[in-house]
């Protein structure tokens, strides 16, 4: 019965936003099905690992014990600058830390019955995986295409209220897809990618990385340059193919084209140019996201700075948002939102959770990468490298599917573990 959940939990990791039940929060079919896989398991009373999983499950345990520990000191003596009444739409700093806690709880035992079944039924479980994101990525493209026709989509249950859009020659497209916003997509279907060329599915691997470039996000699409690069990197001049001069002149013709693309595209002159090099004035909207975000970043360094050990406390930064404004910096009006958020990965660990929570969770992520270094996982490694890029501007690290995949990393790991002892033992056997 565990099994069954946990292979819904895989196939829905993309419905994060779309499928869902709106009770405040959207609640997900993968909280739904992991949280019942926790009761059946405590009511058997026995929790089992895959090999070898031991080494991360004890680091986060660790770290979550340290978040807990920073999420009580926080509560008992709040850091300065906190505005506990900013938001009133929100449960409060205790309310959203208590919340967020529960999540990266929920995150913790998700890795565990991710990597268990990975190990015990590896194809399955990415093939499952992969079904979930091929049918994720075929609604993103109608969403797309509908959209850039003028038709109004037909919405799967949580997602019309949330859909992201963004003009593109002159056309209102939806670029969310199954998430809150196209960020999250994007991510998603780099890791897909990885797992898809992991597992030898060539088109499947094709067909994702186009959906990510209609994703419109910026930090993905940079992310899936790095990505193949590293493919043909390897394919290049680290493989020992008789086909390598073919490559080599592939990547020569990929080279070319590229450079003709990001001379006269449009896309790229919106996704890219617009977001990383024009002012304000010249890129518009597009050049004041950027600066948004940029000035979101420093103000989380201003939060670390000033608490370095253990920052602000767990999902405080926008309760200190406001505490840390720079009246005229970029000369940007100044934005309100639902609640403002560090927009990357390695700023909200550093403002939150300082020094202690970060290094405890690059500790957790520096063990999985190690895992990808072993001969064969190297597709796996470049979506772990661009995944750490995508971190650079990235909403948050409590993503369930980001989870999943760095499970799945260590399930699989142990299972080439356990086949090469098998192919071993023959020969320790006495003739």
């Known amino acids: 019965m565990v099994r069954i959940l946990i292979l819904i939990a895989v196939f829905s990791l993309p419905f994060t936003q779309a499928l869902t039940l709106d009770t405040g929060f959207p609640l997900k079919i993968y909280e739904v099905t992991i949280v019942l896989s926790c009761i059946l398991v405590l009511a058997r009373g026995k929790i089992s690992l895959a090999p070898g999983a031991r080494k991360e499950l004890r680091i986060l345990i660790v770290f979550s014990i340290l978040v807990l520990m920073l999420l009580f000191i926080r509560t008992m003596s709040p850091a300065a600058g906190m505005d506990a009444s900013a938001y009133a739409n929100r449960y409060g700093p205790i309310g ?57 989509p037909l919405s799967l249950p949580g997602t019309a209220l949330s859909r992201k ?76 193919s008789p086909h390598k001069v073919f490559y080599v002149f592939l990547c020569v013709i990929l080279v070319g ?48 700075k000033d608490n370095v050990l253990i920052g602000v406390g767990l999902s405080r930064y926008g309760y200190h948002y406001d505490y840390y404004h720079r009246p005229g910096r970029f000369f940007l009006k100044e934005s309100r939102y639902d609640k403002p958020i560090a927009n990357n990965v390695y700023i909200e660990l550093l403002s939150e959770l300082g020094l202690c929570g970060f290094c405890a969770f690059m500790f957790f992520l520096f063990s999985i990468y190690r895992r990808t270094r072993r001969k064969g996982f190297e597709y796996l490694r470049y979506g772990f490298i661009a995944m750490l890029l995508v971190f650079m501007a990235y909403p948050t690290f409590s993503i369930m599917f980001l989870w999943a995949f760095l499970a799945v990393v260590v399930g699989i790991f142990a299972k080439s ?8 033992q023959p020969q320790m056997q006495p003739s």
Not at 119 to 147: N, Q
Not at 417 to 424: N, P, T
């Open 257 to 304: 084209t590229a450079g003709v693309y990001l001379k006269t595209s449009a896309y790229v002159t919106d996704v890219f140019t617009k977001k990383l090099f024009y002012s304000a004035a010249q890129g518009g909207s597009e050049a004041a996201s950027r600066l948004d975000r940029l000035d979101m970043a420093l103000r989380g360094i201003g939060m670390f």
């Open 417 to 424: 573990q356990a086949l090469d002892r098998l192919q071993f």
């Open 96 to 152: 959203d830390g208590i919340t967020k806690f529960m999540y990266i709880l929920l995150n913790v035992c998700g890795f565990v019955f991710f990597s268990y079944y990975a190990f015990k039924d590896e194809k399955r479980v990415l093939t499952v995986w992969l079904v979930g994101a091929v049918l994720a990525a075929i609604y993103a493209w109608y969403l797309f295409v509908a959209s850039m026709l003028g038709d109004t």
């Open 165 to 240: 859009s963004f003009t593109y020659f002159a056309f209102p497209v939806i670029v969310s897809g199954t998430f809150r916003e196209g960020n999250f997509m994007g991510l998603y279907l780099l890791l897909s990618l990885a797992i898809a060329l992991y597992t030898h599915r060539i088109k499947t691997a094709i067909f994702l990385s186009l959906t990510i470039l209609v994703t419109h996000s910026t930090s993905c699409v940079l992310g899936l340059i790095v990505f193949w690069g590293l493919v043909v990197w390897k394919r290049c001049f680290q493989d020992r």
